[in-house]
């Protein structure tokens, strides 16, 4: 009996290679990417796996340095000598390319249809018709705290705005914790983990992000105007100097135990895992009153696409169909614990942190970050301006009114939509 | 046949010859980018097409209130940069040449040299140093302003926009300083001793005799150090992008000539790097540094008395 069920998979295995083999006889594939730091898990999870499964395909994992990416990989392409899967850059950058014709549209790609609409939104024409990138990983907004300073100030978990400053009063008011770790130095704390963490329970997630976009909604509405007002109340709540502080100090305060609260993206688990000696825990960016439904920034970061020049089309495909599948998402997920399979296939995470984030899809609704999709097209550039509006507003040097008027004019000066 | 016409000399090939590679190289990497960018300049990307629109770019620039306004603050910020170097890095440059020609010092060298070390550290490590120096949480500064009792004098300096211009340029100052100091150090010893001489027995000594004789001997020194701030001012980047990132914080309160060519050039974030305007504003930096350039050599160089020994 076991020999006729190992022979069957043995049959079945053959089957399989042949199949593979039939259509990829030997391609090599190679995946142009800017994660450097994901060097080992290709090499050793992630391309093995793949591998294993299509024989007759191998695959070369050949990453740039993240901050020459995009143009390294422009001129590749324009040379025909880039490689055959892309890493896409999340909206405009990719879209370029696809526009530009370096990217292969993905419509009749099996594995899409695994996706969310929310997960394709960034790799998806304007129309929202042809998707041409396999969308790999998101990252969740929240606040990650010190359950050892919680326990010892005996403060629970904030569910409420209310509750939440509460906290921050009490740990204040004691002192041996800073009751929030954040600067202003590099802006962009303050735009993302503050403004994008906290904004969509205020305009309720995709809803308002796409009356933004339609123009049904201005930034000097209520709703996009009170993460301004919520976050001009940080300040008193953050370190000593917080205006010179810079995203580093910020991490180290934490993990150093000397912050009880990080507004934190979920890139930072890995990091804070291996450097924090204190249990952690995390919570959903409050709401409003008590039984709200909450709604968490679970942002596209990171996708896959196909090269349209590449000569190994169909052994492409085959990789894009496995990226969608499962087996991948449980993979990636759980070797880079933080970054989250965008598949709605359910995945079980091994890291506690890792899994109370990605809980909170079950529980709130999920929206990317408002800034992203379309409206930082033209000049000014709203996702830098609103760095600069977060930080000044954090800072207290603009109102949050000033401030998004000041966004609502640079927007409209450009953006038909809102004019 | 024997002789070329009197009056025009003989064709020297042999100087065309020894020129040739530096004018190529100098052709290729310097003039043929500075006409590249300033043609750049007069094109416009339309529907991803360069388009020529003459003197369109420049109207955006000065004429659209978000693009002027970036840049009359980019170019007040370097105004300002610049004006600190001038009063505090060149007087200070003097001094201490002054200070190290004197015969009596000892240990001159050691000066010197300590002195000029932070000019060939990378702008990459004096930015982070300082940062660190003065960062709030782990900074030495408030520290040691607290050891001597001057605990309240300390803010987050780099973060407060009032300030943080200001300390990055003594900063810049700080690294820089070697340079004046190195070059009036050089003039000052080319001055012979027997006018040194005859000044003191004229009875002229002391601070009298570095006011009277020496700075006035200097003087073309002072005016190619001036220059040299000017120039290296103006087309300052790296300290500001380094310590503050490309946005220039606090609120664009460091915002350079230099950050906002970049910024605008190759885009920075979600913005797209946009080569046409970018080259506009290099067009203007060229054009700012060249009228320094040259109010000084026909205003002031021509001037300058010299003095022939």
């Known amino acids: 009996m076991k020999a006729t069920a190992l022979k069957g998979l043995l049959l079945a295995a053959t089957a399989i290679s042949a199949v593979g083999a039939a259509y990829a006889q030997d391609a090599t594939l190679t995946i142009e990417s800017w994660r450097n730091d994901d060097l080992t898990i290709w090499q050793d999870t992630l391309i093995p796996a793949f591998e294993a499964k299509h024989p007759g395909i191998k695959v070369t994992f050949s990453p740039t340095a993240p901050a020459e990416y995009n143009a390294a990989l422009n001129s590749k392409l324009e040379s025909a000598s880039a490689g055959d899967l892309i890493t896409c850059r999340p909206f405009d950058a990719s879209l370029a390319l696809f526009d530009a014709g370096h990217l292969a549209p993905l419509t009749d790609l099996e594995g899409i249809n695994n996706f969310s609409p929310v997960a394709k939104s960034a790799w998806i024409t304007d129309d929202g018709s042809t998707p041409f990138c396999v969308p790999m990983a998101s990252v969740i907004h929240g606040f990650i705290y010190n359950k050892d300073a919680f326990d010892e100030l005996g403060i629970s978990v904030p569910q409420t705005e209310d509750e939440f400053f509460a906290a921050l009063d009490k740990i204040k008011a004691d002192g041996t914790y800073i009751p929030m770790a954040m600067g202003t130095n590099d802006q962009w704390e303050a735009a993302t983990m503050g403004y994008q963490n906290i904004g969509p329970n205020y305009w309720k997630g995709e809803e308002g992000r796409n009356a933004l976009i339609s123009g049904d909604q201005k930034l000097t509405d209520e709703a996009w105007v009170a993460p301004y007002q919520t976050l001009a109340r940080w300040k008193d709540y953050l370190g000593d100097g917080f205006e010179a502080q810079t995203y580093p100090d910020s991490q180290n305060i934490f993990t150093l135990g000397r912050a009880a609260i990080y507004p934190a993206g979920s890139w930072e688990i890995s990091g804070f895992n291996a450097q924090a000696d204190f249990e952690m825990g995390a919570f959903i960016p409050p709401v409003k009153a008590a039984g709200d439904t909450c709604y968490i920034s679970d942002h596209t970061d990171i996708a896959i696409g196909l090269n349209a020049a590449s000569p190994n089309a169909e052994a492409g495909r085959a990789f894009l169909n496995w990226v969608a599948s499962a087996e991948f998402a449980s993979l990636y997920a759980n070797a880079l614990p933080g970054f989250f399979p965008l598949s709605s296939e359910p995945v079980e995470l091994e890291d506690p942190l890792a899994q109370e984030f990605i809980s909170w899809r079950g529980k709130c609704e999920s929206t990317i970050r408002s800034t992203y999709q379309i409206l930082s097209r033209g000049t000014p550039n709203l996702e830098n301006e609103t760095w600069n509006a977060s930080a000044n507003v954090v800072r207290g040097s603009e109102t949050p009114e000033a401030a998004s008027a000041r966004l609502q004019e640079g927007l409209a000066s450009w953006y038909k939509p809102q004019m | ?309």
């Open chain 2, 1 to 309: 046949m024997s002789s070329a016409p009197k009056g025009k000399p003989a064709f020297r090939l042999h100087i065309a010859v020894f020129l040739a590679p530096a004018v190529l190289v100098y052709t290729t990497i310097m003039i043929v980018p500075l006409f590249g960018t300033l043609q750049l300049a007069l094109f416009r990307s339309v529907d991803g097409a360069q388009t020529f629109v003459g003197l369109g770019n420049f109207e955006v620039l000065f004429g659209d209130p978000r693009w002027s306004q970036s840049f009359w603050n980019a170019l007040a910020n370097n105004t300002w940069f610049f004006i600190i170097h001038m009063l505090v890095q060149n007087p200070i440059g003097i001094a201490l040449a002054a200070l190290l020609s004197r015969p009596s010092l000892r240990l001159r060298g050691f000066y010197r040299t300590a002195i000029f070390i932070p000019t060939i550290l990378s702008f990459v490590i004096v930015g982070f140093v300082w940062k660190l120096i003065l960062s709030p949480v782990w900074g030495v500064a408030p520290g040691m302003l607290d050891a001597v009792g001057l605990k309240f004098l300390f803010a987050p300096w780099l973060g407060k926009e009032a300030y943080a211009l200001t300390t990055l340029a003594l900063i810049s100052v700080w690294q820089f300083v070697g340079i004046p100091m190195m070059l009036i150090y050089a003039a000052l010893l080319s001055i012979p001793d027997e006018i040194l001489e005859a000044a003191e027995c004229d009875g002229i000594t002391g601070f009298a005799q570095f006011w009277k004789i020496k700075l006035p001997l200097v003087l073309p020194a002072i005016g190619i150090i001036s220059i040299l701030t000017f120039v290296g001012n103006f087309n300052a980047f790296d300290l500001i992008y380094t310590t503050q990132g490309a946005l220039a914080g606090p609120n664009f309160a460091t915002d350079i000539l230099g950050t906002f060519l970049y910024r605008t050039f190759f885009g920075f974030q979600l913005q797209l790097g946009d080569p046409n305007m970018g080259a506009t504003i290099a067009s203007v930096m060229f054009l700012i540094i060249l009228t320094g350039v040259s109010i000084y050599l026909f205003g002031i160089q021509t001037r300058l008395r010299r003095y022939q020994f």
